[in-house]
């Protein structure tokens, strides 16, 4: 059976009514005049100085608060002006490629570390790390029926709306869910960085054999195995991956741990944080925010469109008939029709992401004397050529590099990783910024987060209702 067939089937059994009326004709004649009053003029914007999705004209972001956390590094304000340099991630203050240089020299797992990094604000000591990696293995495990009574219940097509449900879900199971002291919140920090991947890599299980007829194959975490050797055993029917597998899995983590508090997740796991709820709720928002396309859920648009190139470009080695399929994505007459080039483009990077200079190497190396060698060539051509088109596109001089996610859904493939999880993989990761960024906005910040709507609805009268067909 197929997906589409399977999830109508299971749509209709639960709207299944002998007396439902047939409401569409309702609900269409309810949106007759309505459309108008979600429409506000452009000029509006400008004249009330709002600074659209708290960007300043000139693009970067409008301050909103003080971090220790991570920062983004992409330009630098010189006499006023914005210019491009090469893009720098830090994670409390250690760039991360001298973290993914250290790591990668040593031979270790380094997502654990990363985690301790960002929750406690150093890197630890050898014994402290294998404290901390303890306590981890301790949380991995989900409460008692948790996997029967919540990831299998109300099936999602989404894995990213039930990891979402699966974490306000353990609210429920937590005896101390309120406070909001440091102890308490970095507990429940740990005990989601371990959970995550379990739930995540079950719920995949789950949503195999639900929506695609798949033989259901649930595994439990193992002591002593990295968070990103975990999720491999669990997501895998037989259990099965390598250490070069989980090694580069963990590489990937670490990149995707943090980003500031400035990216729209972390924002607003701060905004939800600011109002005094809990962790669950804050981190839940958090999984909510990085779902859709224009953040995490860039991952899987660079794959969908990747996959468009490739059918829509017949020689992969000539630059012309590439760049023309690009401006036709440009343009929206194809790909997913909204004129974008996923993975191409960041609000702070402008010459290069550091994150996607990384995989990109990685991804170059696994790729050669394999099948993906010319699809990774293809991806390449894209990165080169985006940025001209996009010049003769917009007619701007404007810096434009490739981010994360144009290479991060190629690792993940050649990992034999499915496109489901990419953006749940990408939760996984960040969810350690996310804790450290609730609990630095907890501790500090010390008031609700409230921006200002400028409201230019006049005002009108009230009509009796007997009165309101003479309208």
């Known amino acids: 059976m197929q997906r589409k067939e399977l999830n109508n089937s299971f749509v209709n059994h639960i709207n299944d009514s002998p007396s439902s009326p047939d409401t569409s004709e309702l609900f269409e004649s309810l949106l007759s005049g309505c459309r108008e009053h979600y429409s506000i003029p452009s000029a509006a914007f400008t004249n009330y100085n709002v600074k659209r999705g708290l960007r300043n004209p000139d693009g970067t972001g409008v301050m909103a608060g003080i971090t220790k956390i991570g920062n983004a590094h992409g330009y630098i304000i010189n006499e006023g002006e914005r210019t491009s340099i090469e893009g720098e991630l830090y994670y409390r203050g250690y760039n991360i490629t001298d973290l993914i240089r250290g790591y990668v020299s040593e031979g270790r797992y380094g997502f654990e570390e990363t985690a301790y990094l960002l929750f406690f604000g150093d890197l630890p000591t050898k014994k402290q790390l294998e404290d901390f990696d303890t306590?981890?293995?301790?949380?991995?495990?989900?409460?008692?029926?948790?996997?029967?009574?919540?990831?299998?219940?109300?099936?999602?097509?989404?894995?990213?709306?039930?990891?979402?449900?699966?974490?306000?879900?353990?609210?429920?199971?937590?005896?101390?869910?309120?406070?909001?002291?440091?102890?308490?919140?970095?507990?429940?920090?740990?005990?989601?960085?371990?959970?995550?991947?379990?739930?995540?890599?079950?719920?995949?299980?789950?949503?195999?054999?639900?929506f695609y007829g798949d033989s259901l194959n649930i595994h439990n975490p193992q002591l002593n195995m990295s968070t990103a050797q975990n999720f491999l055993r669990i997501m895998r029917p037989d259990c099965s991956f390598t250490e070069d597998e989980a090694k580069l899995l963990d590489l990937c983590l670490v990149l995707h741990a943090e980003h500031g508090g400035g990216n729209n997740s972390a924002f607003t796991c701060r905004v939800v944080s600011s109002s005094g709820s809990d962790t669950y709720s804050a981190i839940a928002s958090a999984i909510c925010s990085l779902k859709g396309p224009k953040h995490g859920g860039a991952n899987i648009k660079v794959q969908e469109m990747f996959d468009c190139i490739k059918e829509g470009v017949s020689d992969w080695n000539d630059d012309d008939e590439i760049s023309a399929f690009l401006e036709r994505l440009l343009l929206g007459e194809v790909g997913d029709h909204s004129g974008l080039i996923y993975g191409m483009g960041h609000a702070i990077y402008t010459l290069s992401d550091p994150r996607a200079v990384v995989l990109k190497h990685y991804a170059m190396n696994l790729a050669k004397g394999t099948e993906f060698e010319r699809e990774?060539?293809?991806?390449?051509?894209?990165?080169?050529?985006?940025?001209?088109?996009?010049?003769?596109?917009?007619?701007?001089?404007?810096?434009?590099?490739?981010?994360?996610?144009?290479?991060?859904?190629?690792?993940?493939?050649?990992?034999?990783?499915?496109?489901?999880?990419?953006?749940?993989?990408?939760?996984?990761?960040?969810?350690?910024?996310?804790?450290?960024?609730?609990?630095?906005?907890?501790?500090?910040?010390?008031?609700?987060?409230?921006?200002?709507?400028?409201?230019?609805?006049?005002?009108?009268?009230?009509?009796?209702?007997?009165?309101?067909?003479?309208?």
């Not at 989900?142 to 699966?166: G, Q, Y």
């Not at 371990?194 to 299980?205: D, E, H, V």
């Not at 088109?389 to 499915?418: E, H, T, W």
């Not at 500090?444 to 009108?460: D, Q, V």
Request: overall charge positive; proline content about 6%.
């Open 135 to 210: 306590l981890l293995d301790s949380y991995r495990y989900l409460p008692p029926r948790f996997t029967e009574d919540v990831i299998m219940k109300a099936p999602s097509t989404s894995l990213m709306n039930k990891m979402a449900s699966s974490v306000l879900a353990l609210y429920a199971y937590d005896e101390n869910p309120d406070e909001t002291s440091l102890e308490n919140m970095l507990r429940q920090s740990m005990q989601l960085l371990a959970r995550l991947p379990i739930i995540a890599a079950q719920s995949y299980a789950f949503n195999r054999s639900h």
């Open 376 to 471: 990774f060539a293809l991806l390449e051509s894209v990165e080169r050529l985006s940025p001209s088109v996009f010049a003769r596109f917009k007619q701007a001089d404007k810096n434009i590099c490739a981010n994360v996610d144009l290479y991060s859904g190629l690792v993940y493939r050649m990992l034999g990783i499915p496109t489901e999880l990419y953006t749940p993989l990408f939760a996984i990761a960040r969810v350690t910024g996310w804790c450290a960024h609730r609990i630095e906005e907890v501790c500090t910040g010390k008031k609700i987060i409230r921006p200002a709507y400028k409201a230019i609805s006049k005002p009108r009268e009230y009509m009796p209702l007997e009165f309101r067909n003479n309208y």
